[in-house]
């Protein structure tokens, strides 16, 4: 097994310089730090876990989090998700700090701002998708600040791994049931959370394809709601009202009872079939009185916990994730399988 001596005789610095890089202690130039970084992982360095564990407790490392969608039911899995792993991680003197926004890029940024001045070491984000907001991920990486995004994803950014779902995949899945739950001319009403979060802008994408060859499935509009409900109810309505044509509606987001409760208002609850995703309480009771059709989940107490799990492990031993991209179980949910 390669030894600190070893990658500072190959590197031609010190112990204590490739000790400082491995262990994110002290300032380093970045083509030192990467030259080591790279002979580290060619000789497949491995630190020892004690030597992690009393690194860890003696760094007082604090993780940051910032989460989208204030008031989304959804997210209290994913809440639950992070409050566990955070317990786990307060054994080696490492504290989560938990912020929560609504889809506002002004609001997200205070809210990365304020964590960093609080002296956070890496951050777990689900990121408004926006040029200042990529801007901002990319100058944490400079000030070696890592990032990992969880639930949604930025495109171009600087961040580390992604921990989610595979939204166009899960774009396709919900084209998927449309065509077998559905017969004769199927007109379809768009129900979307935000289009500045791109799990939503993916979901409609991934069923946009899904439909392509489809003859008798069609688009007869989008709307956002902003994962609200009492938006949704009101621009559900709407939709209803101004296109008595559609009979089945594509949920990508939250505010998904409120919309159900437009639907039972126009009397059209036997009409129209219902396609969401998630399983918070007021869904899986809409699933059992048969209003929706079918949910797709996607393991949100894992996206709550893995990005912590990958960050602790980055600035602990040195260690990136296997994976860029780690993507949760699409599990399909029918009132047959609840």
Same mark, same amino acid.
């Given at each position: 097994m390669a030894t600190i001596k070893e990658i500072a005789a190959l590197a031609g610095v010190s112990r204590g310089t490739v000790d400082r890089v491995l262990n994110h202690r002290g300032a380093v130039s970045p083509q030192t730090a990467e030259k080591i970084l790279e002979i580290a992982r060619s000789l497949d360095y491995r630190p020892n876990k004690a030597g992690i564990v009393l690194a860890a407790q003696k760094r007082k490392l604090k993780l940051g989090v910032v989460l989208l969608g204030r008031g989304n039911p959804f997210y209290e899995d994913v809440l639950l998700g992070i409050r566990e792993k955070a317990s786990e991680l307060e054994s080696y003197n490492c504290t989560v700090l938990i912020r929560q926004t609504d889809y506002d890029r002004k609001e997200q940024l205070d809210a990365i701002d304020e964590l960093v001045a609080e002296g956070i070491n890496g951050l777990a984000l689900s990121p408004y998708n926006d040029n200042a907001v990529r801007r901002k991920i990319n100058n944490l990486h400079e000030q070696g600040i890592p990032v990992v995004t969880l639930n949604t994803d930025i495109e171009n950014s600087r961040r580390i791994a992604y921990v989610g779902c595979h939204y166009f995949r899960s774009g396709q899945t919900a084209a998927g049931l449309m065509r077998l739950m559905t017969s004769g001319q199927v007109? %379809?009403? =768009?129900?979307?959370g935000s289009g500045n979060v791109l799990c939503? %802008? $993916?979901? =409609?994408a991934g069923f946009k394809d899904g439909i392509k060859d489809c003859q008798n499935i069609h688009i007869s509009a989008t709307i956002t709601n902003q994962d609200d409900d009492f938006e949704s109810y009101e621009m559900t309505a709407r939709l209803l009202k101004s296109h008595p044509e559609i009979n089945a509606l594509y949920f990508t987001a939250g505010g998904v009872y409120g919309g159900c409760r437009a639907v039972i208002e126009s009397g059209r609850q036997y009409d129209i079939k219902i396609f969401t995703f998630?399983?918070? $309480? %007021? %869904?899986?009771k809409l699933i059992e009185k048969g209003l929706i059709a079918a949910t797709i989940c996607q393991q949100p107490i894992l996206q709550g916990s893995k990005p912590l799990d990958i960050l602790f492990t980055h600035l602990t031993a040195g260690d990136l994730p296997q994976s860029e991209y780690n993507y949760v179980d699409i599990d399909i949910r029918i009132r047959e399988n609840l």
């Open positions: 007109y %379809t009403g =768009i129900v979307s939503h %802008t $993916e979901r =409609i998630d399983m918070v $309480e %007021t %869904t899986k």
